[in-house]
């Protein structure tokens, strides 16, 4: 289906070790770039004393907004193999992280790459998978005497309510899967009492 993505239910860890560098991932579930910044901030202060603290997100059910951070590894030999183990299992809403303690041996580039791929793998590896519903909102103001026709449809259809209000003129705000979002508004703009309807962000 095109309206359900791929994402992790809880954050989960993984390990590594290459000639005494030591490489900790830890996999989250994220929404914002702003959650993105703030836990990879906490790991920075967490592992204030290591070598470097690389990571990659992937965000949105288009899966259009990522980005991969090498932070001092030379370029693409961090970042871009953790962000490949996120695209390899087609997932999203997704942040790993992956801190490296510096061992004292070089290990080259393609040894940065095994390494940084190998821990961000072994993270996503024991995090739980889950299919999630891409859903668009709808927000209907509808008369009191409209709410017998209003709850049939919402019976019907079993959309997600996210907010309510029950008053003279009353309001509801509707989230469900983006197939049946058309289906939905055309019920509700059906009902003859419906005073308006606005799709939302």
């Given at each position: 289906?095109?309206?359900?993505?791929?994402?992790?239910?809880?954050?989960?860890?993984?390990?590594?070790?290459?000639?005494?560098?030591?490489?900790?991932?830890?996999?989250?579930?994220?929404?914002?770039?702003?959650?993105?910044?703030?836990?990879?901030?906490?790991?920075?202060?967490?592992?204030?004393?290591?070598?470097?603290?690389?990571?990659?997100?992937?965000?949105?059910?288009?899966?259009?907004?990522?980005?991969?951070?090498?932070?001092?590894?030379?370029?693409?030999?961090?970042?871009?193999?953790?962000?490949?183990?996120?695209?390899?299992?087609?997932?999203?809403?997704?942040?790993?992280?992956?801190?490296?303690?510096?061992?004292?041996?070089?290990?080259?580039?393609?040894?940065?790459?095994?390494?940084?791929?190998?821990?961000?793998?072994?993270?996503?590896?024991?995090?739980t998978v889950?299919?999630?519903?891409?859903?668009?909102?709808?927000?209907?103001?509808?008369?009191?005497?409209?709410?017998?026709?209003?709850?049939?449809?919402?019976?019907?259809?079993?959309?997600?309510?996210?907010?309510?209000?029950?008053?003279?003129?009353?309001?509801?705000?509707?989230?469900?899967?983006?197939?049946?979002?058309?289906?939905?508004?055309?019920r509700l703009?059906?009902?003859?009492?419906?005073?308006?309807?606005?799709?939302?962000?």
């Open positions: 289906m095109g309206d359900t993505f791929l994402t992790i239910k809880q954050a989960s860890e993984g390990f590594y070790s290459e000639k005494r560098s030591k490489f900790l991932a830890f996999a989250h579930h994220v929404e914002s770039v702003d959650e993105v910044k703030e836990i990879v901030g906490s790991y920075r202060k967490k592992f204030y004393d290591a070598r470097h603290v690389c990571y990659a997100y992937m965000l949105g059910a288009e899966r259009l907004l990522f980005r991969a951070n090498d932070d001092g590894e030379p370029s693409s030999t961090a970042g871009k193999p953790i962000l490949g183990q996120i695209n390899s299992r087609e997932l999203t809403d997704v942040l790993v992280v992956v801190v490296r303690y510096y061992g004292g041996v070089n290990l080259g580039t393609s040894g940065l790459i095994v390494a940084y791929r190998t821990a961000a793998s072994e993270a996503l590896d024991t995090a889950e299919t999630r519903l891409v859903e668009e909102r709808i927000t209907i103001a509808f008369s009191y005497a409209a709410m017998n026709d209003v709850m049939r449809v919402v019976k019907d259809l079993l959309p997600r309510v996210v907010a309510q209000q029950f008053d003279n003129t009353c309001s509801m705000t509707l989230s469900i899967r983006q197939s049946m979002a058309a289906e939905l508004s055309r703009t059906g009902i003859a009492s419906i005073a308006d309807e606005l799709p939302t962000d």
